[in-house]
T-cell receptor, first 111, second 115 residues
C-alpha cells in the first residue's frame, strides 16, 4: 500500500512568519509531486508542483523535493490569514497516473 | 470558460435509494476521477477512467458504479449497497500525458447526506 504521511496539525503561525509543511511518501517510483490548498468546505486547488530534486519557487511559495529521502515540503513566506487552509501533498505514484493524497496539514495563520 | 462542473451541490438520499452525481468537464482531458472525502480525512479514490468506455476501480469502489460514455462526462452512482455514503464527493480530471502523472483539476464537489 502506497502511503503519504503529513502532520495533521493544526500548524499555527503568526502573520508574516514562514509556514513549513512537510510530507513523506513511500513510493520510490513517484516522479511528480503536487501541493493542493483546500479551504473549508471547498474543493482542492493546485498551488505548486515539482518534478526535480531541489527547490522551486513561485511567489511566496517554495516547494522542496528530496527523492533520496522521499521527502517533499512546502514553505509559505510572509504568511497571511488568507493562507489558513488545509494543504494536501500528492505524489504521482499510481500505475495509471493517479495521484495519491495525504490527509493534509491544517494551517492557521493568526493576525 | 473551461472547467469542471458537478451537480447537484447538495444531495439528500433516503436509505435504500440509488443516487447519481454528475460530473462534466470541457477541458478536453482524457482522464477523470472520483474521490470521496470524509471530515478531517484525505481524498480516497473511488473510480477513475483514462479513456471513453473504460474505467478502473480505486481503493473504495464497493457500493459505487460509474460510466464513461462521453469524454466530457463521468457520472457516479451511489447505490444502496454503500452503507455509509454521507461524504463530500469530488470529481477531477487530468490530461494524462506520457509522463504518467499530471496535475488534477477539481470540480466544486457534491455534499451527499443520507437522511
Amino acid at each position: 500500500q502506497k502511503e503519504v504521511e503529513q502532520n495533521s496539525g493544526p500548524l499555527s503561525v503568526p502573520e508574516g512568519a514562514i509556514a513549513s509543511l512537510n510530507c513523506t511518501y513511500s513510493d520510490r517510483g513517484s516522479q511528480s509531486f503536487f501541493w493542493y490548498r483546500q479551504y473549508s468546505g471547498k474543493s482542492p486547488e493546485l498551488i505548486m508542483f515539482i518534478y526535480s530534486n531541489g527547490d522551486k519557487e513561485d511567489g511566496r511559495f517554495t516547494a522542496q523535493l528530496n527523492k533520496a529521502s522521499q521527502y517533499v515540503s512546502l514553505l509559505i513566506r510572509d504568511s497571511q490569514p488568507s493562507d489558513s487552509a488545509t494543504y494536501l501533498c500528492a505524489p504521482g505514484g499510481g500505475s495509471q497516473g493517479n495521484l495519491i493524497f495525504g490527509k493534509g496539514t491544517k494551517l492557521s495563520v493568526k493576525p | 470558460d473551461g472547467g469542471i462542473t458537478q451537480s447537484p451541490k447538495y444531495l439528500f438520499r433516503k436509505e435504500g435509494q440509488n443516487v447519481t452525481l454528475s460530473c462534466e468537464q470541457n477541458l478536453n482531458h482524457d482522464a477523470m476521477y472520483w474521490y470521496r472525502q470524509d471530515p478531517g480525512q484525505g481524498l480516497r479514490l473511488i473510480y477513475y477512467s483514462q479513456i471513453v468506455n473504460d474505467f478502473q476501480k480505486g481503493d473504495i469502489a464497493e457500493g459505487y458504479s460509474v460510466s464513461r460514455e462521453k469524454k466530457e462526462s463521468f457520472p457516479l452512482t451511489v447505490t444502496s449497497a454503500q452503507k455509509n455514503p454521507t461524504a463530500f464527493y469530488l470529481c477531477a480530471s487530468s490530461d494524462f500525458g506520457t509522463s504518467g502523472s499530471d496535475e488534477q483539476f477539481f470540480g466544486p464537489g457534491t455534499r451527499l447526506t443520507v437522511l
